[in-house]
């Protein structure tokens, strides 16, 4: 892992407004807020590394608070924009996963159960595996372990204010 691009990418300009943008929508403090988004910039990071390594990343239900701060950061656009040019020099678009992928997954699952759950296992450890190569443990830990049991889906809705 390049440390020294990682510590870079943290530096964000217009933060105060993005995390106002966040806590507008969502009732958490200023420092859950400021501590999501270190925890997105270190996503988004990694996210524009997969052209170099070839393995792409997603997000799944345990990095969904991420998400919802990717989406405020994506409001900022100018904000945004300069912030991937800046660090990355290209942007890393959001790619929701669509209906019909959701459906071909379903479809795969109910077809083939257990070569699903194992293609999504193979998935999972790959994205594991690259956490922890390029951000280290306690980041693989704190998005898989502290952050999903805090930000479910469930508290995700129960926090939102519209």
């Not at 806590?23 to 524009?48: N, P």
């Not at 998400?67 to 678009?93: A, G, P």
């Not at 997954?105 to 595996?129: M, S, V």
């Amino acid at each position: 892992m390049n440390q020294q691009l990682l510590m870079q990418a943290l530096d964000c300009d217009n933060e105060q407004a993005i995390l106002e943008g966040f806590m507008d929508r969502y009732q958490v403090s200023y420092q859950e807020a400021e501590d999501i988004f270190k925890e997105t910039k270190k996503w988004l990071w990694l996210a524009s590394q997969s052209e170099v390594t070839g393995i792409p990343v997603f997000i799944d239900k345990p990095l969904m608070i991420i998400d919802e701060m990717w989406h405020t950061f994506i409001l900022h656009t100018r904000s945004y924009y300069n912030f991937c040019l800046t660090h990355f020099q290209k942007l890393v678009h959001h790619n929701p996963t669509s209906p019909k992928e959701k459906e071909e997954r379903r479809d795969e699952f109910l077809k083939n159960p257990t070569g699903a759950i194992k293609k999504h296992e193979e998935q999972l450890r790959t994205q594991y595996n690259l956490i922890y190569d390029n951000l280290g443990p306690e980041t693989l830990l704190k998005w898989y372990d502290t952050m999903a049991q805090k930000y479910t889906p469930e508290y995700i809705r129960s926090i939102k204010k519209y």
